[in-house]
């Protein structure tokens, strides 16, 4: 099976905002989902320019293209749970 | 414990975030929205309800706003009226960490409990181990009686079912020095007598309930609305705490306002040479021991809790007073901020006459991220003045006293010992080299465990961080070679 691509956006915005918290995936990822994930730190995507946002919901992070806003360590690991159990369903 | 990745914490840089936008968009006009913006109605609550979760991060903003809770006259003061009152301030408010007492859920007091996995077994260890008879047993099960109990744990030890449990107080069980405890009403309170500044208690309180005066504001004002030459003297373990290349900080530290940036790693190499000569002389002259004196914490702890080790901790002055004596023989009118992962770092810059403010990692990201300004897309910018090796590893354990050792080199017979966080353990070891003798004569003393990587203003993961400034480090020249 492919492995999930999770791109933890490394802009200053949403770095500042919590994504450096959820770099802990690359040192101590639940191990369930550990080899079973790539991790990329990607430049800012942008989203937290939107101006249609009230205020911005950063951090952002993305689980194979499915986006998650305001993007917490637990939000993103039952996000790949998630995606994981689809995954093997299909 | 700490606890890393959690609610508190992010939400902590969001208020930070929002009263910097706040000032920049129009001077606090619309602050009393933010609380509500934070915690939108449609939103589940922490805590009771909304008004409650509103009602703590008001408190919270007005930390943000260089206002101890604890100050409060009258609850009507809006967030606006603290914001204006913020911006009519010229000097800094005097560091303090605080208990927001409505956020305190007065943890229990701490205790042993027995739970339900206790099968009252034959053995009863713990009846048996226990000094001061405090268990019986009821309904088959043990107990323990609270007036008897005196804590010591031994029941939890010998139990085979671990069916008996500790459960903390967080911020106390984190506090090193004892200044954190309860009142009749279950609240926790700081003594500022005994507190030391370390923010431990803030890094681990779970309720989000403790806050310390931000100077945030002080330096944005002074940035935007007077026309003062505004330096940032960024601490050596700023390296990794943001996106890009350190030289690309330097430009937008430069866009969000300030005149002028300098690395503190240069007054680091300044400390390295000193307490490298008076390591030295103290030894030659028959003296047995000294601890470096860079972390303010400690330094602290030491005046009021470990007056033993007192005549061991080194003269010489901290990376942060090089650093700031070196801006302010350039320009004596200018105003120098110290930018840091440390909250004690305040109170050291209280008693040094050239450090104006003290920022936090966390708060100089806010004002970042206000000013829409990314890291990564501003343009390389060399320090005036560069760093060498030794000052750029003083963020990590043992690099205070590795930098030290590389200058003594075989001028005196050195061993280092580094001394890494300042537990409640680690100050009984303080106290028993003090008094009965250390094996080692050089002992580095870091508050934070794993260094100032780890302190409690950091923004990136400690281990991430570590990382960065080690490979900062074997970037930067050896000073022993110089």
New interface residues.
């Given amino acids: 099976m492919d492995k999930i691509t999770v791109k933890i956006c490394s802009g200053t915005s949403c770095f500042v905002m919590g994504a450096a918290q959820i770099q802990a995936l690359e040192f101590t990822p639940p191990a369930d989902i550990a080899d079973k994930i790539d991790i990329i730190e990607v430049r800012c995507m942008n989203l937290c320019k939107d101006t249609h946002a009230k205020y911005n919901r950063g951090p952002f992070v993305t689980v194979d293209n499915e986006l998650i806003e305001e993007a917490t360590y637990e939000k993103v690991v039952t996000k790949i749970r998630d995606v994981l159990k689809n995954k093997e369903c299909q | 414990m700490l606890i ?2 959690n ?1 508190a ?2 939400m902590r ?2 208020i930070l ?1 929002k009263i910097a936008e706040s000032y920049l968009e129009n001077k606090f006009k619309d602050a009393d929205r933010i609380p509500l ?1 934070l915690r939108p109605k449609e939103q589940q609550p922490s805590r009771c309800c909304i008004y409650k979760d509103r009602a703590v991060l008001k408190y919270r903003c007005m930390a943000s706003l260089g206002f101890s809770p604890e100050e409060e006259t009258d609850e009507l003061t809006t967030l606006r009226e603290y914001g204006e009152k913020a911006l009519e301030r010229t000097k800094p408010e005097p560091a303090q960490l605080c208990v927001i007492d409505v956020a305190c859920s007065a943890c229990i007091k701490s205790q042993y409990m027995v739970t339900n996995a206790c099968r009252g077994c034959f053995a009863r260890p713990c009846q048996m181990n226990c000094p001061k008879e405090a268990i019986s047993f009821v309904n088959g099960r043990a107990h323990i009686d609270p007036d008897k109990c005196v804590s010591c744990g031994k029941c939890h030890e010998v139990c085979p079912y671990h069916s008996i449990i500790r459960i903390p107080v967080p911020c106390e069980e984190a506090c090193p020095v004892g200044a954190i405890t309860k009142d009749e009403f279950g609240k926790e309170h700081i003594d500022h007598e005994k507190c030391i500044s370390c923010g431990k208690c803030l890094q681990s309180c779970p309720f989000g309930a403790i806050v310390e005066r931000s100077q945030m504001i002080d330096v944005l004002k002074l940035m935007h609305d007077t026309d003062k030459k505004v330096v940032a003297m960024l601490a050596p373990a700023v390296v990794g705490q ?3 290349e350190i030289t690309q900080l330097v430009s ?1 530290l430069k866009k969000a306002g300030f005149d002028d940036v300098i690395e503190v790693a240069v007054g680091a190499d300044i400390t390295t040479q000193k307490e490298a000569a008076e390591f030295i002389e103290k030894m030659q002259s028959g003296e047995k021991l000294m601890t470096t004196s860079c972390c303010p914490a400690y330094y602290r702890a030491a005046q009021v809790h470990v007056p033993e080790i007192k005549p061991f901790v080194s003269h010489t002055k901290t990376p942060m007073y090089y650093t700031a004596e070196l801006v302010k023989q350039q320009d004596p009118s200018c105003v120098a901020v110290f930018v840091g992962p440390c909250l004690a770092k305040r109170a050291e810059a209280e008693y040094d006459p050239n450090v104006d403010y003290v920022l936090t990692f ?1 708060e100089m ?2 004002i ?2 206000a000013s829409g ?5 501003c343009e390389p910018e060399q320090f005036g003045v560069m760093s060498y090796a030794q000052g750029r590893q003083f963020p990590l354990t043992g690099g205070v006293a590795g930098a030290v050792v590389s200058l003594v080199g075989d001028k005196a017979d050195i061993r280092p010992e580094k001394i890494d966080g300042l537990s409640r353990e680690n100050i009984k070891l303080l106290k028993r080299y003090a008094t009965k003798g250390c094996e080692n004569n050089l002992l580095e003393v870091m508050c934070c465990e794993g260094g100032c990587i780890s302190g409690p203003g950091c ?3 400690p ?2 961080a570590a990382r960065s400034v080690e490979a900062y480090v074997a970037k930067g020249e050896d000073l022993s070679k110089k």
């Fill in positions: 890393p990745k609610n914490n992010q840089t969001r975030i913006e943001f996106p890009g937008a966390e990201g806010a970042l991220v300004i990314n890291v990564d897309e923004i990136a993961l281990k991430k």
